[in-house]
């Protein structure tokens, strides 16, 4: 799965991000914490310098990478549970269209990055300790919205980068898998009607 896509330069990818971010909490209507919203931008920025320690979450069939995080001990588990969940989120937040176009069935997606990040946290309490706030466990307990925040990233990076009839092709196509308000509103912007059907972009 590609992870090469154009975003506008700016002097601090982490800015760019957090800015990004916060567009995308506010667009979606979608409230969270300050870590939670530090967590997103840490996860994007990783992975727009890709490296051997963040390939693919999807380079291997996700039930064996959960067995094996889970079969794990200590400072490897925890290492790997959130590395899966990580890469779970990023990947269908940024990717989803491709997720989707592949058959893998989305809901079970989400499920196996909401586990990991869900054990990940338990590792960081005490046995017998009361469960208590923390970024993973909001991760967890929210992770289909957290998907949705990076749609929205996404969306408006591909937005920004579309140049060209070429470009105005994959912001159309993008707009037929995902339906996304932020690429029809691009789309408006440069004098295009998005519809579905015979009709197609007027």
């Not at 051997?52 to 979450?57: F, Q, R």
């Not at 176009?101 to 054990?119: F, H, Q, S």
């Not at 017998?128 to 749609?151: I, K, M, Y």
Request: charged share 25%.
């Amino acid at each position: 799965m590609s992870r090469t896509t154009s975003i506008t330069i700016s002097p601090s990818i982490s800015d760019y991000f957090m800015n990004a971010v916060g567009d995308a909490l506010h667009a979606r209507k979608i409230e969270a914490s300050a870590a939670a919203s530090h967590y997103l931008v840490g996860v994007l920025c990783d992975y727009a310098h890709p490296s051997e320690d963040n390939e693919s979450a999807f380079s291997r069939p996700l039930a064996f990478q959960l067995h094996d995080a889970l079969e794990a001990s200590g400072v490897t588990r925890f290492r790997r549970l959130r590395a899966l969940g990580d890469g779970v989120l990023y990947g269908v937040g940024f990717f989803g269209g491709h997720v989707d176009l592949r058959g893998i069935d989305r809901g079970y997606v989400i499920r196996v990055g909401a586990t990991a990040y869900d054990n990940a946290s338990a590792m960081m309490r005490t046995p017998g300790q009361r469960a208590t706030h923390d970024v993973l466990s909001e991760l967890a307990d929210r992770f289909e919205q957290f998907v949705e925040v990076l749609n929205e990233v996404a969306d408006g990076a591909i937005a920004q980068a579309a140049q060209g009839q070429r470009g105005l092709l994959k912001l159309y196509e993008r707009w037929l898998r995902t339906g996304s308000s932020r690429i029809a509103e691009e789309l408006g912007a440069r004098g295009l009607v998005a519809t579905r059907g015979k009709e197609g972009v007027h």
